[in-house]
């Protein structure tokens, strides 16, 4: 290939599209907020929620079985990892 001419492959061309896409909805605005803020803020309150309801149960306030605690924890560790990634992805 000649100098000076482009050297960016397809494959390159497509990976940068993806990432812009990511970009985008990582800082598309909602209520004021970028959404890389909510899905930070909602894992801080469902992490909350989850330990709330093993304190609550230990003190037998609250009755529940361990499975709404465990589905709570799942769906806490997903939006945390999303939101890790955009995060990680916003700065590569």
């Not at 330990?51 to 079985?65: D, E, H, Y």
């Amino acid at each position: 290939m000649p100098y000076g001419e482009n050297t960016i492959s397809e494959a390159q061309l497509s990976w940068c599209s993806e990432m812009e896409a990511i970009l985008r909805f990582a800082y598309t605005t909602f209520l004021g907020m970028p959404m890389i803020a909510w899905l930070g803020i909602i894992t801080y309150v469902l992490l909350f929620f989850t330990v709330l309801l093993q304190v609550l149960k230990i003190k037998k306030k609250i009755k529940f079985s361990f499975k709404a605690h465990k589905t709570m924890a799942y769906i806490t560790l997903v939006l945390a990892t999303i939101h890790g990634l955009l995060v990680m992805f916003t700065y590569l």
